[in-house]
């Protein structure tokens, strides 16, 4: 989330696209329950079902799952064309002005490809040669721009063009929605185009897990932009992150593309040196251009003395990949399933039941060696070996099963969506001989030394030389205070003035350098374990606060715990001032610059340099992060720099109406095994003519690790059902109870049908489509037990991210 | 005097245990002090481990460490007291009679686990560990460049594990060389 839960109560409008907040966010209700009743707000939800969000909106907007893009491009088309966007915000704030190539054609000229599509094999999927999407650059490189947004190749101009094409009748037909709930819609949200009010979007698993669900989240972040939502009270993009803390994982790297604080892991071909990784990955502008410090300060975290200048600070230490998307999540099990993968260690996951076309996934842990599972609960990954009809005899896997301390049984801090930083103490005792994981995690990485000390074997320095002093028993606060920073040696000023002390803890990422005086495992946390004021005098380290205080009532609440970066609570809200440095609204009062004391003051940390003003030279740019420092209305991802509809891998139309290209160009389709009885096996709309996505329930919690293994909530929510209209019910012959068989390419389930009015058929280019949708909590293990929803789901991903498309493919139903 | 939970506890002097008393009885301070309580109860504040909103909890020990009670903090801004019926069932997720308590091992093509030491289990997991990075361990690629990567092994998992727990999976596999990084962020 750009904002924070609380701002949510600050809004004018809250729309919710692709998230079921009331049920999987329930906390969120409050805020906008407030927003509601003391601002008068209204709540738009897009969503294929009516949830129990919905049944809070003031608008229920139904669209087919898979046409998220045509909403938010006839949306954009609607605000450019009724005049509704802010156009201060838009010209000043984002590069709406700046004058693109010439070159650079997009889908309205080249059939729903954007220039540069080389397609190698001519099956339609390829890559972009992204040469065309550039800025018109002066002399000295700096973009051009047209303040008077009329040049034909000014982002607007373009923009405008591009989604001419996303006519209302054009969306109607392709999303399924009536005309005048879509009109309705743009109207209630573009009325957050008058400068002084705000609306949020809200968006989780139902935008990303597309094939477009990258251009999804870029669809509504431009959408925002254009409405001057970003930066301010009450606005923001705002991603309801699916876990207690997948916002803290990420943060710390667990993933195969970055190292900490979004520092990317270097690639062989382009960073086979620290100089070569300094200069291919750090821009000249933008705050990135302090990577160095970032990465230099991680290398100090992790190999201390032995990561020094004279060997570029252990940089040969860290693993150099082709491609790290060679090693995402789907190609990481088609590389098992391919039997290139011995071992796997898991930490509380349980992929058995979470992984797209799990059948194939569970098939691929059985081509392993051995598994190390770190767990709660004996799970169905655990236990995969004697799933129902396999032959554990056959199973060559040695399985090792570490039982592990829950959240209440361990300290340690986690980060809510809003990048709220929140301690936990110990507060119970673990059941047994379970130890948390950082104690299995500590033991394993001492034993590993203790091995290579005894034994070497190839290239053991960075295990040897590893920075790992915790204690036999890990005291978790000097794993926090390693993240959070400290000084290796005295920081200097470029006049020699003493920063930071050697050995005291880094009070925020300013201090930061490149030159091995400054160790931080994390650089966005620092600061984050300091020492601070609680608002009453009372000092602790930051994240443990639990400060009430709250100057401007907006909620920001800056005393209590720790937001990362440096305690900011809105990110980019250099833009809710405006370009003067006044806010845009006397109730949504933020940040502004005060004259007097030239700088910026106000209730939140300023996401700016906090004296410069707003005449000087980008003194009106507040994204930061950006190379330009304005938001990205023409911004590059794989496919584009603008969202193009492209129809889900699964489609249940023949057609898509905005040009003849089907698919997102740019996605890898798998095809391992097709035909086969497990394999990578694609639907076609003859056969599976319905369409089919997958969501929560507020009972139950992601795989069911937490939540199936509970006499209460098995009570609550017992066993797996498969939600259908009362249309498609009566077409099959089906009453609600019964069970019923539904099917896909990959796999087939049984379970309980739920017939509800909470479905409804959409009318999609003359045509009826269903659609139904089923929770993918369960498994065959623990109280609460049900058939595995994702047997049903395909190994196709998002053409960025590739997280598989869980929420877009094709089924048929029948009763059994 | 208006009593409100929060004054009363600090009012009567005990940490807690008023959680357990029907709510009539928190009006009556004066009576309660002298009130013989079973067992001492321990109040924790702490944060909920399902959703991503990190609502506050209010954790209730005996005396054996076990929760008896859990409830919304109505200091924490997330959620000022308020809970979901997942969040209430941390008290069942720690005391579970299915949670696992003790290492378990299943042999290649055993039919069950059989119950071992954290000293056995640690010293094989670091073993095959060390086994397979050091059989796959790439020194160089194909083009000769320096990329110290062990292709052999993958880790996966954390979304539900603390940050700095997230810092060490990170820390320690990256220092194996382990490219097949991921978790449930990517899915």
């Known amino acids: 989330m750009t904002n924070h839960w609380v701002d949510l109560k600050n809004a004018d409008v809250v729309m919710i696209n692709g998230s079921n907040a009331a049920e999987n966010h329930p906390a969120s209700m409050t805020w906008i329950n407030k927003a509601k009743d003391e601002r008068n707000a209204k709540v738009i939800v897009v969503d294929p079902r009516f949830t129990r969000s919905a049944s809070q909106a003031d608008l229920y907007v139904p669209i087919r799952s898979g046409t998220d893009i045509p909403f938010f491009g006839g949306m954009m088309k609607y605000l450019i064309d009724k005049d509704l966007y802010h156009k201060e915000y838009v010209l000043h704030y984002t590069n709406a002005a700046t004058l693109l190539d010439p070159g650079f054609k997009g889908p309205a000229d080249l059939d729903g490809l954007f220039s540069g599509f080389v397609d190698p094999d001519g099956d339609g999927f390829g890559v972009y040669d992204r040469g065309t999407w550039k800025y018109q650059a002066d002399a000295q490189g700096n973009p051009l721009r047209d303040e008077t947004l009329q040049n034909p190749n000014c982002v607007f101009q373009v923009l405008k063009r591009h989604y001419d094409r996303y006519t209302l009748e054009k969306v109607s037909r392709i ?49 925002q932009l254009l409405l001057g939502n970003v930066g301010r009270p009450g606005g923001g993009v705002n991603a309801l992150r699916g876990e207690s803390n997948v916002q803290g994982s990420t943060d710390q790297g667990v993933l195969a593309h970055l190292v900490t604080g979004y520092v990317g892991i270097p690639t062989a071909g382009n960073n086979p040196t620290l100089a070569a990784y300094i200069e291919k990955e750090t821009p000249k502008t933008s705050y990135w251009a302090n990577k160095p410090k970032f990465l230099i300060s991680m290398l100090k975290a992790w190999w201390g003395d032995h990561a020094t200048a004279a060997n570029d600070f252990a940089y040969a230490y860290l693993p150099k990949v082709e491609s790290p998307a060679h090693h995402y999540w789907i190609s990481l099990f088609q590389d098992m399933y391919a039997g290139k993968i011995q071992g796997l260690w898991l930490m509380g996951q349980n992929p058995a039941v979470s992984g797209p076309n799990s059948r194939l996934e569970r098939e691929a842990l059985k081509k392993l060696k051995w598994m190390v599972c770190q767990e709660l609960v004996d799970t169905e990954t ?23 301390a829950d959240a209440m049984e361990k300290a340690g ?134 400060g009430q205080k709250d100057p401007g009532g907006l909620g920001m609440y800056p005393f209590w715990a720790f937001a990362w970066p440096a305690n900011r609570r809105i990110i980019y809200n250099r833009a809710s001032a405006d370009p003067s440095g006044k806010p845009w609204a006397e109730d949504k009062k933020l940040i502004w610059w005060d004259e007097a004391q030239k700088k910026w003051v106000g209730y939140d940390v300023p996401d700016f340099v906090a004296t410069k003003a707003p005449t000087d030279p980008g003194g009106k740019d507040p994204f930061i992060m950006r190379v330009d420092g304005k938001g990205g209305l023409f911004a590059a991802l794989n496919e584009g720099p603008f969202p193009e509809h492209y129809e889900p891998v699964e489609t249940p139309v023949e057609k898509n109406p905005f040009s003849s290209r089907m698919h997102n160009p740019v996605v890898k389709v798998w095809k391992t095994d097709e035909g086969k009885n497990i394999g ?81 058929p959409f009318q999609v280019e003359g045509k009826t489509v269903h659609q139904i949708g089923m929770p993918w909590h369960f498994g065959w293990g623990g109280l609460a037990k049900g058939a595995i929803a994702n047997d049903l789901t395909p190994h196709v991903g998002d053409g960025n991210t590739t997280i598989p498309e869980y929420k877009a493919f094709l089924v048929d139903v029948k009763k059994a | 005097m208006n009593v409100t939970r929060r004054n009363f506890l600090k009012f009567s002097g005990i940490t807690a245990g008023s959680v357990l008393l029907p709510a009539g009885m928190a009006a009556s301070a004066e009576k309660i002090r002298g009130f013989p309580l079973h067992k001492p109860i321990k109040e924790s504040a702490t944060i909920c481990p399902y959703c991503s909103c990190g609502c506050g909890l209010l954790i209730a020990t005996g005396p054996d460490g076990h929760i008896i009670n859990a409830e919304g903090d109505p200091d924490n801004p997330q959620n000022r007291g308020a809970l ?72 996966l998992g954390g979304a539900a594990n603390n940050n700095e727990e997230c810092y060490l999976a990170s820390k320690l596999n990256r220092a194996l060389g382990v490219v097949y990084l991921e978790h449930q962020a990517r899915i």
């Not at chain 1, 005048?180 to 400068?195: H, I, V």
């Not at chain 1, 017992?718 to 077409?731: G, N, Q, V, Y």
């Not at chain 2, 299915?98 to 059989?114: E, M, N, Q, T, W």
Request: hydrophobic share 35%; charged share 25%; with cysteine.
């Open chain 1, 175 to 223: 999303t399924g929605c009536p005309q005048d709930k879509l009109e309705a819609a743009y109207k209630m949200y573009g009325s957050t185009g008058a400068p002084d009010k705000t609306g949020t979007i809200l968006y989780a698993m139902g935008q990303t897990q597309h094939t477009v669900g990258s251009q999804n989240v870029r669809a509504l972040s431009m959408v």
């Open chain 1, 382 to 404: 655990c236990s995969f070996w004697r799933a129902p009809g396999e032959k554990p005899v056959d199973i060559q896997t040695e399985v090792f099963i570490l039982p592990a």
């Open chain 1, 413 to 546: 801090s986690i980060v809510t969506s809003g990048r709220l930083i929140q301690w936990r103490p110990k507060v119970a005792e673990a059941p047994g001989e379970a130890l948390p994981d950082d104690q299995i995690l500590n033991l394993i990485a001492l034993k590993l030394k203790e091995l290579y000390a005894a034994d070497a074997g190839p290239f053991p320095d960075p295990i040897l030389h590893l920075n790992w002093n915790y204690g036999k028993t890990l005291d978790v606060e000097k794993v926090a205070r390693e993240m959070n920073g400290y000084a290796v040696d005295d920081v200097k000023d470029p006049k020699g003035e003493i920063l930071v002390k050697k050995g005291e803890t880094l009070k925020g990422f300013a201090v930061l350098q490149d030159n091995g005086t400054t160790a931080c495992g994390t650089w966005i946390y620092a600061g984050y374990f300091a020492p601070a004021d609680d608002g009453t005098g009372t000092i602790m380290p930051a994240t443990k606060r639990r």
């Open chain 1, 680 to 760: 990578d096996n694609w639907g076609k709309r003859k056969d599976f003519p319905i369409v089919a996505t997958t969501y929560r329930v507020v009972e139950h919690w992601q795989a069911g690790g937490m939540s199936r293994w509970l006499e209460w909530l098995t009570e609550c929510q017992p066993e797996m059902f498969i939600e259908m209209s009362k249309e498609l019910a009566r077409e099959k012959g089906i009453q609600n109870g019964d069970q019923v068989k539904i099917r896909s390419a990959r796999g087939e389930i049984q379970a309980v049908a739920l017939v509800t009015a909470r479905y409804k």
């Open chain 2, 84 to 155: 979901d019926p997942k969040s209430i069932s941390v008290r069942q997720l720690s005391q579970s009679p299915l949670r696992l308590k003790k290492p378990l091992y299943r042999a290649a093509g055993s039919d069950k686990f059989v119950e071992k030491d954290w000293n056995w289990m640690i010293t094989e997991v670091a073993k095959r560990i060390k086994t397979t990075r050091d059989a796959t361990f790439q020194k160089t690629n194909d083009k000769g460049v320096t990329v110290n990567r062990t292709p052999g092994y993958a880790f």
